[in-house]
Every structure is written in structure tokens, then in C-alpha cells.
């Protein structure tokens, strides 16, 4: 029998499937659950998890069905949320076993876990919000807009600061020609490579597994080693190893490079890199580091193609290249669009401002970039920033890191091939050897 909700909800999808000519999907596989309420599920419930939850739950058309973290000691928070809720330690289990109770989930989880749990989310018609960078490799990046393309499904990266009234005046003020046409841009993140966990090795002796925690489901794709000890991997510092993270780059390039690629509308792919850093072994990022991008221009540059230096652990652009005006000074973390005009610095979370006598910039509003998200998966309407431009992003941010194991050597990139043409050994950092049992599909 056919009972009337189960009607207005089909009614509802055939109407929001119509309305949106983004929805590329087939009517079974887009949330046949999506009424006026979406059926949520977070993965990776605690640190960044948990905010993301709590933010995405905050919509009140959102319902929680399910939550799911490796660790069970790591749930707590997240309980009081829907204290009816079943929790899962494996998100493969919950998606099997919950079906279509589920339309839509995050996935909040240390990078290395970010493409196997979306991807497999994505072809199951699950939208998704996945944290940044989108992806631990370049080939994992690919496969995400691909997918995404494929399932017709609405995705936004977790670079929150992206819907931030600062980035967003940045953005604006490039797009208005305040500075003029760009001629390129100084990146810049206080953090660095390694330094979290105080480790360049893994440890020689290893404390016994926490019975909470599945260390099978949080080792994943990578290859397995013991656990080592309280924050020797997780929670958190999972970000200086190779196997997991993705060092400062993946941890802030997705943040500070998107206004960047969002003002200028970069959606080439990067044609080469170059990286120079203090060292590194196989274990660890460096902790100190230049990148140097040459990237495709647009109408927003002043020619066709742009130079895009990142910088981290400390180093940032020189006041040569900055040029402030007294009183002026440059943020811990930020960038410098550099105009035929004059200079644009956009702090990190802070309004922009330019090195043009008497020109102030007029802030423009913030918007609420979990609720976009909901309202994406309700309409049908993609918003801007899904995984199609967090993937591009997302390449840019990992090329970098391909370029860590070659330092000083420009590496060409043929980004249809997703293949660095001058360099063969680095063609192997592109994606990895993925565990048997946690394999990813090309799509
Ligand atoms: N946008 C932003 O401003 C921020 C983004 N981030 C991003 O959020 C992500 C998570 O970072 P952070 O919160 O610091 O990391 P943590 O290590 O603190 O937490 C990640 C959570 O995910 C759980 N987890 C790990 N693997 C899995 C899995 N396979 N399935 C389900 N749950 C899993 C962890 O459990 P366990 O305790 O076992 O590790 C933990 O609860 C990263 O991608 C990071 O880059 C982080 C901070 C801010
Ligand atoms: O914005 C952020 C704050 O710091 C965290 C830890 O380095 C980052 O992962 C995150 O993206």
C-alpha cells in the first residue's frame, strides 16, 4: 500500500528532478527518500566531523538517520544530535544496511579516506559533502568529478571559508577589476609540512589498539602498520605522513588557493610545478616548502597563462613582491594578488584590502555554506563549488605534492592524460597502491 507520505515524496522528486536541469541522474538513484526533508549521515564524527554534522543538522529540513566513526569513543559528541540514531563503526555497513533511509552524508575523515568512502557513497546516489582536500592523490581528485558527473548527485568540498564574507569580497573585488587583470599570486600558510605528531619515523615501540577504534577501517586504503600510540597518527596528526596527509599544501592549499581559482575562474588544469623545500624522507611532508604553479589564464589575467607561488611552514612573500603601504602588514596566512593596477592582500579569514592610495573595499555578506549544501540536495541545484571545481582544486594541491619527491625539477603536466610528461618516475605519485580489499574502481 501506497501510504500519502511515500506519495508526496515521489511527487516531490519527480517535481525537484524536473525543475533542475543539473540533475543528470536517473529518478532511482536520486534520493528516492527526498521529500521536504533530507535523510542525513555522518562520517567522521568528531573533530572536524563534528562541526560539520552539527552545522549540516542545524537546517531544520535535515534529519539524522545514522552516524558512523572508526572509533566508538569518538561519538559521544555527535549522540545528543539524534540520540535515536544508529551508530556504525564501518560506513560500507551503513550504507548497506540503511539503503535509502540515507539520501545524503559527509565525510569528515582524515584525507586518506576521503575518495574510497565518497566514491562508493556517490555511485550508491548519495550526495555528499566531503571535507578538503577533496582527495590524498591527483587520480583520486579525477575520479571524484568524474563520479560525481556520472551520479548526477550534489557535492560541495568542505572549504567553509569559501561562503566567508572575506573570501567572498575578495572574490568580487578581483572580479570588479579593483587591481586589474592579474598577473599572479603569493599564497601563504603559517603551518607546516610535518611537526604534529613530533615524529619522522614511525614509532619503534607501539601501544596496544584502543578496543573503541577498528584500526583495519582507519588504515583503509594505505598500506597497514600498527598504531602506534595516542596522536602518533590519530586523531589529527595523520596529516604529516604521506600515507594519510597531505602535509601543509593539502591542508591549506584547498583553503587559501580557492578564492584564487574561484575569482580568476580557473578550471585548467595546472600545465607544470616545481617544489623546493627543506627535505623530506618517505615518511613525512617537508617542513618548509615553495611551490611554484604556472596554471592557464583567463579573463581575469593579464596573460595567458599564470604564475601561482605557495608558500608554508614560515615562509611568504617578499615585501618586494608584496609592496605594502605603511601601516600595512601581510597576515600569518593569506595571498597576494598581484595587478596591473596595484596589490590585493586577502588575509586567511580576514577582509582583503589593496596597496592603492584611498581605495577601500566594501565587504559583501557571508552565506551559510553547510545550508547551500542542504538546499543543493533538496532543489537539485549543484552549487558552484561541488566536486567538479574542488576536484580541479584538489589536483593542483596534490601535483604539488607529486613535486615534493622530485625538489628543484619543473614537472610538466598533461592534465587529460593526468600524466606528467617529463618525468616518468613521478607518474606513480599521481594515485598508490591501494590494500587489497579497499580497492577504488576507475570510474
Ligand atoms: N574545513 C576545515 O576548516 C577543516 C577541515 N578539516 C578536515 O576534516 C577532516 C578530518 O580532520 P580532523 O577532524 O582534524 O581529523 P581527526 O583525526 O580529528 O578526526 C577524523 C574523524 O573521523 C574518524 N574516522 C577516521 N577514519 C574513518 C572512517 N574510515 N570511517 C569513519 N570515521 C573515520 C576519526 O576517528 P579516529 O578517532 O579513529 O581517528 C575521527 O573521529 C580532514 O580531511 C581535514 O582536512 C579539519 C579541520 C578543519
Ligand atoms: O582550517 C583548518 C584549521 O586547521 C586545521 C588543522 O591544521 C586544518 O585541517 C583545517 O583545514
Known amino acids: 500500500m501506497t501510504s500519502t507520505s511515500d506519495t508526496t515524496r515521489r511527487d516531490f522528486?519527480?517535481?525537484?528532478v524536473a525543475a533542475a536541469s543539473a540533475f543528470a541522474a536517473p529518478a532511482f538513484v536520486?534520493?528516492?527518500?527526498?521529500?521536504?526533508?533530507?535523510q542525513f549521515?555522518?562520517?567522521?564524527?568528531?573533530?572536524k566531523g563534528y562541526s560539520d554534522i552539527k552545522l549540516i543538522a542545524s537546517h531544520d529540513k535535515v534529519k539524522c538517520v545514522a552516524f558512523c566513526d572508526v572509533d566508538l569513543s569518538r561519538t559521544e559528541k555527535v549522540k545528543p544530535l539524534a540520540p535515536e540514531a544508529p551508530i556504525y563503526q564501518d560506513y560500507k555497513k551503513m550504507l548497506d544496511e540503511?539503503?535509502?533511509?540515507?539520501?545524503a552524508v559527509s565525510v569528515s575523515t582524515p584525507d586518506h579516506t576521503h575518495a574510497i568512502i565518497s566514491i562508493d557513497a556517490m555511485q550508491r546516489g548519495k550526495h555528499v559533502y566531503c571535507q578538503k582536500p577533496l582527495t590524498r592523490t591527483v587520480w583520486e581528485a579525477r575520479q571524484m568529478r568524474q563520479q560525481a558527473k556520472k551520479a548526477g548527485v550534489i557535492t560541495r568540498m568542505g572549504n567553509q571559508i569559501h561562503s566567508h564574507s572575506a573570501y567572498r569580497t575578495g572574490v568580487k573585488a578581483i572580479q570588479d577589476g579593483v587591481i586589474g587583470k592579474v598577473t599572479a599570486i603569493h599564497s601563504w600558510v603559517g603551518t607546516t609540512g610535518h611537526g604534529r605528531s613530533g615524529l619522522l619515523e614511525p614509532p619503534v615501540k607501539n601501544e596496544a589498539v584502543p578496543k573503541s577504534l577498528d584500526w583495519n577501517l582507519w588504515i583503509s586504503v594505505a598500506p597497514m602498520r600498527p598504531y602506534g600510540g595516542n596522536r602518533v597518527y590519530h586523531p589529527f596528526t595523520w596529516r604529516d605522513w604521506q600515507d594519510f596527509g597531505s602535509g601543509a599544501i593539502g591542508d591549506f592549499g584547498c583553503h587559501l588557493l580557492d578564492p584564487v581559482y574561484t575569482a580568476l575562474k580557473i578550471t585548467g588544469d595546472p600545465i607544470s610545478v616545481r617544489s623546493e623545500h627543506t627535505g623530506m624522507n618517505d615518511e613525512v611532508w617537508p617542513a618548509q616548502e615553495t611551490i611554484q604553479y604556472v596554471v592557464p589564464g583567463t579573463q581575469y589575467t593579464a596573460s595567458r597563462s599564470l604564475p601561482i607561488t605557495w608558500y608554508d611552514g614560515g615562509r611568504r612573500p617578499s615585501n618586494g613582491i608584496a609592496k605594502l603601504l605603511p601601516g600595512q602588514s601581510l597576515p600569518n596566512s593569506g595571498s597576494v594578488f598581484v595587478g596591473q593596477k596595484g596589490n590585493m592582500i586577502l588575509p586567511h579569514v580576514g577582509q582583503p584590502f589593496v596597496n592603492i592610495e584611498g581605495v577601500k573595499i566594501e565587504p559583501v555578506e557571508s552565506l551559510d555554506h553547510y545550508h547551500g549544501w542542504v538546499d543543493g540536495c533538496l532543489s537539485g541545484k549543484q552549487p558552484s563549488d561541488g566536486f567538479e571545481y574542488g576536484g580541479h582544486l584538489t589536483e593542483a594541491v596534490q601535483l604539488g605534492n607529486v613535486a615534493a619527491y622530485f625538489p628543484g625539477e619543473t614537472l610538466e603536466f598533461d592534465g587529460k592524460a593526468v600524466k606528467i610528461t617529463n618525468n616518468s618516475a613521478a607518474n606513480k605519485?599521481?594515485?598508490?597502491?591501494?590494500?587489497?580489499?579497499?580497492?577504488?574502481?576507475s570510474t
Not at 30 to 38: A, D, E, H, I, T
Not at 41 to 47: E, L
Not at 431 to 441: N, S
Open 98 to 103: 540503511l539503503g535509502d533511509k540515507i539520501d
Open 30 to 38: 536520486r534520493g528516492q527518500n527526498l521529500n521536504s526533508q533530507l
Open 13 to 16: 522528486l519527480k517535481t525537484s
Open 429 to 441: 605519485y599521481l594515485t598508490r597502491d591501494y590494500r587489497t580489499g579497499f580497492e577504488i574502481a
Open 41 to 47: 549521515a555522518g562520517i567522521g564524527t568528531d573533530g
